[in-house]
């Protein structure tokens, strides 16, 4: 199961900014007096991976980006959740069941506290203290949707929050069953005139989890859920449900003992949440039995109609549209030897995959794909213009040339940072997450 890993909270300035020594750069990204307030309206991040297939392409962006510091925010719990970014205003959630909107020269504009969060002491396992919004929001029909955890009754609730002001227009109970065991950590989608929330367990896969998606309209009614047949086989992965051609794709993590039940698989579904598809491969039963997900990555559509798919094994399928059953991917490579986390990029040819550390740019072609390049990265990059945007967890925003993976720039955004830390972009902004903070960049 899920492979969050601790890191020790960031240290803020006394004035309210995150800590550190400012942009400092291989190819210095310095810090600068912020410019005019950057133009984002017509270039968004609105969902995780910028837009429902988590493509994790910024639109908007300058061709040749250069990273110049613009502001540091402290916030008031740490920030597993990506950024977002709409209507000229940075949206952020953190643990603390805080939601922040600000604009994009920093100031503050409001923020809506949804309640108390979960403290890791009433939980059966985990590593997340408190257990607030963990799980990426999602904008839609001019709302900010998030799940919040909330300590009065260890309930999941979902929120929407108007846009302008941070009040809140929505409100529904989306718990799985056996709650105190399901953590909401894969991002929300908001497709079909509705919302999406996935489920999987805690770390340490205490408890009788089971990988779930639930659904409500965005008016928070007319309920429906998806339940995976295996034991655990959670759908946790930061990118959380990806969209393809009218459908849905998650990837599912190890499952308990017995028959095939869709562990460790790539499942379509239809909005209404009834399974269409599936792919494992043929290892499937090994790689539960050694806790090896290969749902530790959302699904990324690729061209042709194709999905990429990567996990804890270290290999990339590429699989058909029909994703067609037990083994039928249409082809396969060893990437690392240490496991995908975080999430993967597309944009043609080159999907951006994080593996052991390292980011591999890998080429498709047809029915199948080569590696073009490999670098030492973070592990869930961002596609802006002729770069690749990723954090490090030592709290280092590395910029790789997109064709090659040469390394252009480093800042420094903080001492160390939560699991998966995820940037986002969009137009000339680049807004990367800080441990308990925000650091917003101009490209």
Known sequence: MIALLAFAALVFLACGGASGKGSQ????????????????????????GGGAARSGVAHGAPATPSLKRRFARALDGEVYAQPLIAGGRI???????????FTTSGRQLWRRHLGAPVPG??????????????????????????????????????????????????????????????????????AHGRVYVPYGGLL?????????????????GRRIAYRNP????????????????????????????????????????????????YWAPRDWRALSDGDVDEGSLAPLPVTGGRVLQTGKNGVAYLLRHGLGGVGAEQFSRRLCGGGAFGAAAFRAPLAIVPCGGSLFGVRIAGASFSVAWSASAGNVPVIAGNSVFSLTHDGTLVQLRLSDGHRIATAHVGGSATSFPAPAAAGRLLVAPAGRGIVAFST
Do not use: M
């Not at 990204?29 to 912020?34: E, G, I, K, R, V």
């Open 25 to 48: 750069a291989t190819k210095t990204a310095a810090p600068t007096t912020p410019p005019a307030a950057v133009s984002t309206r017509a270039a968004t991040w609105p969902t995780f």
């Open 91 to 101: 949206y952020v959630a953190t643990e603390n069941n805080s939601v922040y909107a």
């Open 121 to 190: 002491g009433d939980l059966p396992c985990g590593n997340i203290d408190p257990s607030g919004i963990t799980g990426t929001p999602v904008i839609s029909r001019g709302r900010l949707f998030a799940v919040a955890f909330l300590r009065s009754g260890h309930r999941h609730v979902l929120f929407g929050l108007r846009l302008a002001s941070g009040r809140v227009a929505v409100r529904a109970r989306v718990d799985p069953a056996n709650r105190l065991v399901e953590q909401q950590r894969g991002a929300l989608l908001a």
């Open 204 to 220: 340490g896969d205490c408890g009788p989890y089971r990988g779930y998606v639930i659904s409500t309209t965005t008016s928070g």
């Open 230 to 277: 295996a034991t655990e086989a959670g759908i946790w992965a930061p990118g959380g449900i990806s969209a393809q051609a009218g459908t849905l794709l998650v990837g599912t993590g190890n499952g308990g003992a017995g028959a095939f039940g869709y562990q460790n698989s790539v499942i379509r579904l239809s909005p209404g949440l009834h399974r269409v598809g």
